[in-house]
């Protein structure tokens, strides 16, 4: 079963500085029907003005991705790492026992936009951890490129959970499959341009829930096309039950 979560049924807000668009219940925003899938529990995408950011505030227990779409974000944390992200960069951060950090604009003239995604991780308590990698435009061009997993494999960083994280950049016209076993769900969020999964047309903000085994094609229907696919165990499955 495919359900459709179409870009303008996002929870919202607009601070001026920030500007958010939420996919699950987060904040102010509250949703019932909304409140993740399987292990995923945040997709906000952020759009922050120059200069203008997050102070210094705390997390724990969750997997928090960071993959940046346009501009540069300056990254600090209590572990003393410090870091500007860029299109290409993948930052993974294990909140675990308890970690803070700040996310800045680290420019002063130009708005930057990213998606930051939080995940529910299979162990509670662990240490706190900071991870970062880049991948090249060409490694995800027209392929589902292994950006984070379990295992870390094939340069990936590593997500303590049981999730398989693929992003693609796909051109006009060009296609790419991805099957979706037994006893797995997944998640797809189109980052900018416009596709079709299977058949259903996308765009920029769509995402879309997938339940059951089945073979998935997507294809890109605009000059590029950008998105994220999360292959995850199933709720129970992902929760540990």
Request: glycine share 10%.
């Amino acid at each position: 079963m495919i359900t459709i979560r179409r870009a303008p049924d996002r929870g919202s807000v607009n601070l001026g500085w920030l500007d958010s668009n939420y996919s699950f219940s987060f904040g102010h925003y509250y949703d019932p029907k909304h409140m993740g899938f399987a292990s995923l529990r945040v997709i906000n995408e952020d759009k922050i003005a120059p200069g203008r950011g997050f102070d210094m505030h705390g997390h724990s227990d969750m997997e928090i991705i960071t993959y940046v779409l346009q501009g540069a974000l300056k990254h600090q944390d209590s572990l003393g790492n410090g870091s500007v992200i860029r299109p290409g960069d993948v930052q993974r951060m294990s909140a675990g026992t308890g970690i803070r950090h700040s996310e800045y604009n680290a420019s002063k003239t130009e708005p930057v936009h990213l998606l930051q995604i939080w995940i529910q991780p299979n162990e509670f308590g662990i240490a706190p951890s900071y991870e970062e990698t880049h991948f090249d435009l060409d490694q995800t061009r027209n392929v589902c490129r292994l950006i984070g997993s379990n295992d870390a494999r094939d340069g990936s960083v590593k997500i303590h959970q049981a999730i398989d994280l693929y992003a693609a950049v796909l051109e006009e016209g060009r296609s790419v499959d991805h099957s979706l076993q037994a006893g797995r769900v997944a998640w797809l969020q189109v980052a900018r341009g416009s596709l079709l999964c299977n058949g259903e047309a996308l765009t920029a903000g769509d995402g879309v829930a997938i339940e059951q085994a089945m073979a998935l094609t997507l294809t890109g229907t605009s000059e590029e096309a950008e998105f994220l696919l999360f292959d995850m165990a199933n709720q129970g499955e992902a929760r540990g039950l």
